[in-house]
Structure formats: structure tokens, C-alpha cells
């Protein structure tokens, strides 16, 4: 893999970053504490208002995941171990990684 290639996966995940920590920004809201009044709200609406909660915990785990991978693989660059599988050291075929710039592993050793 030459520079060239390294310095586009380099910018795409930093964007990816970006645009993930925007989210979790404009998200927070959706994960706050639901208010359990039932003067003021109905026994659904409550329901719904947990349900969207646990949905938007979950997001957040998923999205705190992805910027760990996100992570990984930018230390990957910085290592020059980028593009090659963390079990048996072979090159991660390049359509893989322009699918998912944070894959670690071949198609092999995935199996």
C-alpha cells in the first residue's frame, strides 16, 4: 500500500470521527434520565420515552465502539500495520478495507 492510499483511509476515518463525535454531540438529549410523573405524563408516554432512552444508550455504546475502532486504526497508520490482518499478517484485501477502514482481520482468518 502506498502513501497516497494511507493518507485517503488517514482522512476518511478522521472524518468518520468527525462526523460521529457531531452526532454524539446532537444526541446527548435522547439519553437523559426519563421523568417518572405521572401527573404529567401518561403511563405510554412514559413507556415510549423509556424505550426511546434504552434505544439511544444503545446507540451511544455502539457509536463509543466505532470510534475505538476508529482509533485503532489510526494508530495502525501511524505503525505502518495498516492493511494487514492482526491474526496471520497477510494484506486485508483493499475492497474490504475501502468497505470498513477499521477491519483487522482477512477473509480467512474472519472465518
Known sequence: MNDADLETYRQCLVDLRTSLLALEETSRD???VVELDQATVGRLSRMDAMQAQQ???ETERRRHLQLQKIEGALR???ADEF???YVCGDEIDARRLQADPTITRCVKCMQ
Open 76 to 78: 495502525r497508520i501511524e
Open 30 to 32: 435522547a439519553a437523559r
Open 55 to 57: 434505544m439511544a444508550q
Open 83 to 85: 492493511g494487514y490482518c
